[in-house]
């Protein structure tokens, strides 16, 4: 079955610098999650999308921003990154009407240097 | 979504099995009970969901008792790869605009030979 894709699965940066991180959801899921985990961290909520409208905000700094495409694929966009920005983002999906459940992607690692 | 209690951290042995106690006081009667296992730097993958009495997959059970204050994940037989951070969420989401997803604080497992 198909899961959610996010890309890409590592990435290196330096201090202010700008990164995107993309999550192509599970196929007619319409609800995305973006979530950020520091090292030895619980996940933290960052934002979520229902039918390209953003849903929720959560600990995302001003610095971040993303959205949700036509396609329902979500780009996260981080701007002057810092060193603490440096964590595991991973998204997840689900379909509101049927979907119970939410399926987490792989995540994406993300090191500032 | 309703806030929720685990332990910390547990520890076992292989062949043994395992319960995890996730107390959540506060649930509504429309609220799932969902757990998820993570393994370092990837992301939560689902294991099971209940919403009242006993259910059971190929790798979990999920006792809820009646006033489903609380729920126990139980893993039978673990093994070294069950090592890993559980975490229990609970709420809403059938058709429901749920949008924040909030992690607690998930329980650590280790399992020793």
């Known amino acids: 079955a198909a899961g959610v894709i996010q890309s890409p699965r590592h990435l290196i940066k330096e201090k202010r610098e700008t990164a995107t991180l993309k999550c192509y959801p599970i196929?007619?899921?319409?609800?995305v999650y973006w979530y950020q985990q520091g090292p030895g961290q619980d996940p933290q909520f960052l934002i979520s999308f229902y039918e390209k409208m953003q849903s929720d905000k959560g600990s995302i700094p001003d610095r971040f921003s993303a959205q949700q495409f036509s396609d329902y694929h979500s780009e996260l966009n981080m701007s002057s990154l810092e060193l603490g920005d440096s964590a595991l983002y991973f998204c997840?999906?689900?379909?509101?009407?049927?979907?119970?459940?939410?399926?987490f992607g792989e995540g994406s690692w993300l090191t500032v240097v | 979504l309703a806030k929720t209690t685990q332990p910390i951290s547990m520890d076992s042995y292989e062949g043994q099995e395992v319960n995890i106690t996730c107390s959540h006081n506060n649930i509504a009667t429309n609220d799932y009970i969902t757990w998820y296992q993570q393994f370092p730097s990837q992301g939560p993958r689902f294991i099971i969901q209940?919403?009242?009495t006993k259910v059971t997959n190929e790798v979990a059970s999920l006792f809820i008792p009646a006033d489903r204050k609380s729920s126990t994940l139980s893993l039978p037989r673990v093994s070294l790869s069950d090592t890993a951070v559980y975490y229990c969420l609970v709420g809403e989401l059938l058709y429901s605009s749920a949008s924040k997803i909030i992690f607690g604080s998930g329980t650590r497992l280790s399992i020793r030979p």
């Open positions: 196929p007619r899921h319409d609800t």
């Open positions: 997840a999906s689900r379909r509101r009407e049927t979907g119970n459940t939410i399926y």
């Open positions: 209940g919403y009242k």
